[in-house]
T-cell receptor, first 112, second 114 residues
Framework: SQQGEEDPQALSIQEGENATMNCSYKTSINNLQWYRQNSGRGLVHLILIRSNEREKHSGRLRVTLDTSKKSSSLLITASRAADTASYFC????????????FGKGTMLLVSP | SQTIHQWPATLVQPVGSPLSLECTVEGTSNPNLYWYRQAAGRGLQLLFYSVGIGQISSEVPQNLSASRPQDRQFILSSKKLLLSDSGFYLCAFSSGGAGGETQYFGPGTRLLVL
């Protein structure tokens, strides 16, 4: 089964509103990352939060991590139509050489 | 600066034909390299990764193979394509280390097997 699972699968909001996406995972991690993918394009890294961090900001992005609940959230404030994309969380496991495991993503639609 | 290239961008191939997708990285040495496949509306499935020249790890048994003939070149191949091989193929790299770090993705190749 997937290590990371995003929720909701799809989110539709108006410009200016905030968008919140959640990610849950199963095993202990070293870090959790969020990526964005515009339709038909490659993924773009947004932010990385390590297991010993609880919150991180980058511009209009705010990521939280709760390792006790094995969950993370991505908040996009004051959303814009250009934020329309799919958002994926990715986790690595806490042992040996680690690859990233991606969730199925949240598709965000921001309407003007 | 670090860049990653993939080609071709799109490919339509008949069932049973061979496949070769190429990925090259610039601006970094000894990167970790990855091949993913993304089915429509789905997440990414890791197919292969490589931590060095000639070193390939396979995550999913299938009719695909990967090779790393040079430090910054990663090739995905198949001798005979199946219909189920259709999808969006993404190459990515990370700057070495023990894995789990930020990955940088290429633009992808959309493969349609008919």
């Amino acid at each position: 089964s997937q290590q990371g699972e995003e929720d909701p699968q799809a989110l539709s909001i108006q410009e200016g509103e905030n968008a919140t996406m959640n990610c849950s995972y199963k095993t202990s991690i070293n870090n959790l990352q969020w990526y964005r993918q515009n339709s038909g394009r490659g993924l773009v890294h947004l932010i990385l939060i390590r297991s010993n961090e609880r919150e991180k900001h980058s511009g209009r992005l705010r990521v939280t991590l709760d390792t006790s609940k094995k969950s993370s959230s991505l908040l996009i404030t004051a959303s814009r139509a250009a934020d329309t994309a799919s958002y994926f969380c990715a986790t690595d496991v806490e042992s040996g050489y680690s690859t990233l495991t991606f969730g199925k993503g949240t598709m965000l639609l921001v309407s003007p | 600066s670090q860049t990653i290239h993939q080609w071709p961008a799109t490919l339509v191939q008949p069932v049973g034909s061979p496949l070769s997708l190429e990925c090259t990285v610039e601006g970094t040495s000894n990167p970790n390299l990855y091949w993913y496949r993304q089915a429509a509306g789905r997440g990414l499935q890791l197919l292969f990764y490589s931590v060095g020249i000639g070193q390939i790890s396979s995550e999913v048994p299938q009719n695909l193979s990967a090779s790393r003939p040079q430090d910054r070149q990663f090739i995905l191949s198949s001798k005979k394509l199946l219909l189920s091989d259709s999808g969006f193929y993404l190459c990515a790299f990370s700057s070495g280390g023990a894995g789990g770090e930020t990955q940088y993705f290429g633009p992808g190749t959309r493969l349609l097997v008919l």
